[in-house]
């Protein structure tokens, strides 16, 4: 049964086996996987962040997944009482690398881990904006 693809948060991985090299001999079975992501990714309606909410005693960092690819922009994240608590650039993001990602380290602009609480992002890129709420508890 197949079905078509979408976009998600986690990549795609085929099992490959039985794969010879021109001489015949059997490659290794212990690197069959191969990994892809979807590369039609046309603006910020399929940004995904996870994990969400984000425990700060079990990750280091959140991941915001599935921007559009060659585009630059600027991503800022606001404490729930509306004060800046980061603000970067980010991008240009090349597919062909696998490089769709980028990854915020729990750190305000001071370089200190924020604390647990509601926070909301807004990403700019172009004349698209992207917005949302993240959790990072204890």
């Known amino acids: 049964m197949s079905h078509a693809l979408r976009h998600s948060?986690?990549?795609?991985?085929?099992?490959v086996e039985f794969v010879t090299d021109l001489s015949g001999n059997?490659?290794?079975?212990?690197?069959?996987?191969?990994?892809?992501?979807?590369?039609?990714i046309k603006d910020l309606s399929d940004l995904k962040v996870y994990p969400n909410?984000?425990?700060?005693?079990?990750?280091?960092?959140?991941v915001f997944?599935?921007?559009?690819?060659?585009?630059?922009?600027?991503?800022?994240?606001?404490s729930?009482?509306?004060?800046?608590?980061?603000?970067?650039?980010?991008?240009?993001?090349?597919p062909d690398n696998n490089r769709i990602t980028w990854r915020w380290n729990l750190q305000n602009n001071n370089g200190r881990r924020?604390?647990?609480?509601?926070?909301?992002?807004?990403?700019?890129?172009?004349?698209e904006r992207a917005k949302g709420k993240i959790a990072v508890i204890n």
Do not use: C, T
Request: proline letters at 7%; hydrophobic letters at 40%; a positive charge.
């Open 65 to 78: 997944l599935n921007f559009p690819p060659h585009k630059k922009g600027r991503i800022a994240i606001y």
């Open 53 to 62: 909410p984000v425990n700060r005693n079990q990750h280091s960092e959140m």
């Open 114 to 127: 924020v604390s647990s609480g509601v926070y909301y992002y807004l990403i700019e890129m172009d004349d």
């Open 9 to 15: 948060d986690q990549a795609y991985y085929i099992r």
């Open 80 to 94: 729930a009482a509306g004060n800046l608590v980061f603000k970067a650039d980010i991008g240009p993001f090349n």
């Open 26 to 40: 059997v490659i290794s079975p212990q690197h069959n996987l191969a990994r892809f992501a979807l590369r039609d």
